[in-house]
């Protein structure tokens, strides 16, 4: 990352850029300690690992597949370097935020997750990801999440 580039970066007290890499349209991202970053000409755009659900590298097409837990996906095409330190680093900031999750298979067959994720702070919280056709205020739904979530929370050490 040209040094231009990174003195955009204001990474806050106790952060530190672990890697970066070019991107195929000529911006850049690169994965602090707290946060996955994306710098476009002045344009910053961040993201802190607790709201990246998943990523995943593409090797054929050098592209990098991120998830966000509101369901959001983007797309960081990496340069014909195909950073691997940049990926590497990607994957083991997710997986750090993770402390414990799992799932569970609604009636209607809609896929739902609960993860317990470590803050910047330390501080430990329990997520629900799922797709917005999930009701919550159907009581069997309701249930279900709710009992999947204190399962979690639970094994976390967090009741």
């Given amino acids: 990352m040209p040094t231009a580039v990174r003195a955009q970066i204001d990474l806050p007290a ?33 993201w802190p690992w607790t709201d990246v659900d998943r990523a995943a590298f593409d090797p054929e097409a050098a592209v990098v597949h991120v998830t966000l837990v509101t369901g959001a996906t ?27 999750s799992s799932s569970t298979k609604l009636d209607d067959g809609t896929v739902v997750r609960v993860a317990v994720r470590r803050a910047r702070d330390g501080e430990l919280f329990s997520q ?16 279900a999440v709710d009992g999947l979530e204190s399962r979690v929370r639970q094994a976390a050490g967090l009741l």
Wanted: no cysteine.
């Fill in 14 to 46: 106790g952060d530190a850029l672990l890697a970066a890499a070019a991107l195929a349209d000529g911006s850049y991202a690169a994965a602090s300690r707290y946060t996955l970053y994306r710098v476009d000409g002045q344009a910053i755009t961040t």
């Fill in 128 to 143: 629900v990801i799922a797709p917005g056709s999930v009701d919550l205020s159907e009581p069997v739904t309701a249930a």
């Fill in 74 to 100: 983007f797309d960081l095409p990496l340069t014909e370097e195909r950073n691997r330190s940049f990926t590497q680093t990607l994957r083991e900031r997710v997986q750090n935020s993770v402390v414990s």
